[in-house]
């Protein structure tokens, strides 16, 4: 199977699919490693790519959007202690399944977008920090480490070109909260993941108070085609600036989850219609369902109503212009049919069950929110219930160290702003008037990734 080609946005997703599509030999067959190869040969100095990728304007696709190379140049100039670059590979956030496809079906390009944003950031070591639950990703990025240390490309004098690099795949623990940077950082020490007070940021005291880069896979894997191809320019269409818009530049991921036909990980550039996405893609909505909501950009991310989806392009301003965020790109489609006071208690549960217990408005607010949607579904709420919970909400945002507690209080509001007649109702009839739709957000665990431990394919043997 391949993947789908859209407008011929192939930046991540170039290969055919199947189960010989990881190994280095494949991987070498499709111009693997050419590239760092030619970047270390000469054809970039660090400033060079460094500057090349600043151009490109690539944005973090982790879920912040802020651009790469902008963040690589906050980097001290002389530093004291060595640069380190962690990868970001803890995708926890629901409806977000796309840096896995990339590890476990293209691992080698992330490692070479590893040694080429080393090369243009000054450093020798790097770190992949992998969700634990990702059994089949570890697996798969230890052998394509393992071979690309056999093939020398990785290790000392890469090419003879006096560049080291190193790379190390660490396991986390399956916390949520670990995917935040400062919270990795810390894990990554081997403490308890609680992220840090910024400022400082990670590019001045980072792992073992070093500089560091903290960049999501996808970001990282990107780099290898903008080194090959060049920033390039949106108005003449070349290099990496072909696919996208001048302002969310380059092809995306997005992994598509709910009642569609098709659900899966696609490729497509920033600037491409919701509209296309769900219908030409994932083969539009299962027989016999509407759409009726959507969950753009990963669960943390404002839910919009049906018309407002079908007017999203999936690229940053036109998100933002909609009321919501592109996020990681987690996509997740809600059909006719589905309680959202529910869904909204779903996602309540889990941004709850993962607060770090740092700060008092996320430790005691996820928990307060989260009775309140609950009461609300089980109907035993009052009608001042939907106002007092959107002011704890509000209460909520922007006042902890990390954005764990908006990532709850956003979704809240947003649900209530635009389905407030269903949370009336529950009220009002004093019953959810749903059948429930979605399982018992107790019994779910992690993010929602289907648990794969069983799979004898999956298991990790380090
Ligand atoms: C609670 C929380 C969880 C996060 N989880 C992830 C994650 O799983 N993967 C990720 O790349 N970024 C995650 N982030 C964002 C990171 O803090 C950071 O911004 C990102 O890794 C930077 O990489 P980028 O610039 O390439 O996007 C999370 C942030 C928060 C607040
Ligand atoms: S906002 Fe929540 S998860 Fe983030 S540091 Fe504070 S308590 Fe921890």
Redesign the pocket.
């Known amino acids: 199977m391949t993947y789908p080609i859209v407008d011929g946005a192939r930046v991540l997703l170039n290969f055919e699919r199947n189960t010989e599509s990881w190994p280095l030999a494949s991987y070498e067959s499709r111009h693997g490693y050419v590239t760092a190869k030619e970047a270390l040969g000469g054809k970039y100095t660090p400033e060079a790519l460094l500057e090349e990728v600043k151009q490109s304007g690539l944005r973090?696709?982790?879920?912040?959007?802020?651009p790469?190379g902008l963040?690589w140049s906050f980097l001290p100039r002389d530093p004291e202690g060595p640069i380190t670059l962690v990868v970001?590979?803890?995708?926890?956030?629901p409806g977000t399944f796309k840096?896995r496809v990339v590890m476990e079906e293209n691992p080698h390009q992330l490692i070479e977008g590893c040694v080429l944003s080393c090369y243009a950031m000054g450093s020798n070591n790097c770190y992949i920090y992998i969700?634990g639950e990702y059994v089949g990703c570890l697996k798969r990025m230890h052998a394509a480490v393992e071979e690309a240390y056999a093939a020398g490309h990785l290790g000392k004098n890469l090419y003879g070109s006096g560049f080291d690099c190193d790379i190390t795949v660490h396991s986390g623990a399956g916390a949520?909260?670990c995917?935040?940077?400062t919270?990795?950082i810390e894990s990554l020490e081997g403490k308890k993941g609680q992220p840090r007070i910024k400022p400082p940021f990670p590019a001045v005291y980072g792992v073992y108070g070093y500089p560091t880069i903290?960049?999501?896979?996808e970001?990282?894997a990107s780099v290898v085609y903008i080194a090959d191809q060049g920033a390039g320019a949106t108005v003449d269409r070349t290099g990496y600036r072909r696919w996208g818009t001048e302002k969310s530049a380059g092809t995306k991921l997005f992994s598509v989850s709910g009642p569609v036909k098709r659900p899966g990980v696609y490729e497509v550039p920033m600037g491409y219609p919701f509209a296309d996405l769900l219908n030409k893609e994932c083969g539009g909505m299962l027989d016999g369902i509407a759409l009726k909501a959507l969950i753009v950009g990963g669960s943390s991310v404002p839910v919009v109503d049906a018309d407002t989806a079908m007017q999203i392009t999936m690229d940053y301003e036109s998100c933002q212009e909609h009321g919501t965020l592109l996020g990681?790109g987690g996509v997740i489609v809600i059909g006719e049919g589905t309680c959202m006071v529910r869904a909204l208690w779903v996602l309540l549960r889990f941004y709850h069950h993962e607060s770090c217990g740092q700060c008092t408005p996320c430790r005691e607010g996820t928990g307060w929110i989260e009775r309140i949607v609950h009461r609300i579904e089980h109907g035993h709420a009052s009608p001042n219930d939907i106002d007092e919970l959107y002011r704890i909400a509000d209460g909520m945002e922007l006042r902890t160290i990390?954005?764990?507690a908006d990532?709850a209080a956003w979704p809240t509001k947003s649900f209530i702003d635009v389905f407030r007649s269903e949370f009336e109702e529950h009220i009002d009839k004093g019953c959810c008037p749903y059948d429930n739709q979605f399982p018992d957000p107790l019994n779910l665990r992690g993010g929602g990734v289907p648990q794969r431990h069983d799979d004898p394919e999956h298991v990790f043997v380090p």
């Not at 903290?214 to 896979?217: E, S, Y």
């Open positions: 973090g696709r982790g879920g912040a959007g802020f790469t963040k970001n590979a803890d995708e926890s956030e840096d969700r949520y909260i995917g935040e940077e919270g990795l903290v960049n999501n896979v970001s990282i990681s990390c954005t764990l990532a």
